[in-house]
């Protein structure tokens, strides 16, 4: 499955959610990138200044970098994509890789927040820089002792900010219609409580993706 969505819609907090109920492995291009960056490797130094200022890293280099990570064996019974694809070209990419491995998606979660509400949910996010749990200052606060050591992220700055909604609606829209028109398409409203939003990406799975693991 795929979670889509603006940036700071959640998807990553959810994709943390989702994972404990489907046991697939979550696969965030962001965090991907994030890591190379802070190793160092060619392809981090490649996306840094991309990164910074909110622009997409090329087509190519995530693209290659996302369709190796799903021949990993732990994909073998299934995935949750967050952040890819996000432009046309990566979306045509993933359908022609797992068309030749004959491995259909089941759903592309639409995590969907006005515009409106994104700049205060990012410019709030902290991280906690050993455990990746996100926090929000004010919507998901993190516990006084953990405060002095979580860290915000170089692209969550206003600036960045605006430069990264306006590429959300003018590469990431495209594909929108392309996963409607493959009637996978699920629209879940993102504006809320996280836990009630979970339960909304619950409800739209459920029959779709794999059975929820018990107690979930
Ligand atoms: P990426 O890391 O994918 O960032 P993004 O898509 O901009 O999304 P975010 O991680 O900012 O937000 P999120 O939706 O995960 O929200 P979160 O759960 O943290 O990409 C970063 C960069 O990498 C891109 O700009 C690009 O340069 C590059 N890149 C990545 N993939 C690429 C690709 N495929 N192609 C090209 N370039 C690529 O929540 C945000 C905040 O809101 C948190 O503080 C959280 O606590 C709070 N929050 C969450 N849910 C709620 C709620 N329901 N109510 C109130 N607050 C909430």
Redesign the pocket.
Known sequence: MI?V????????????RLIDTYQIPHI???????AAVKEGTALGLQ?DS??????????D???GM?LERIQKPDCAHGFML??????RP?AEALDTALRGAQVELDAVVL?E?PDQ?IV???T????DPDTGT???????PPPAELLAKLVQ?K??TAE??A??LA??HS?TGPIVPFYDGMNILRRVD?????D??TTRIIAVLGPVVGRPSPGA
């Open positions: 979670l969505g603006p940036p700071g819609a959640g998807k990553g907090t959810q994709a943390a965030s291009s962001g965090d991907m990138l994030r996306a991309y990164m910074k200022g909110g622009h997409l890293v090329p087509d280099v995530v693209i996302i967050d952040g890819f694809p996000r432009t990566q995590l927040v509400l205060d949910r990012i709030g996010r902290r991280s996100i926090y929000h200052l004010t919507f998901s992220r692209d969550d960045a900010v430069t990264r590429k959300y590469e993102g504006v809320g409580e996280p009630v939003v």
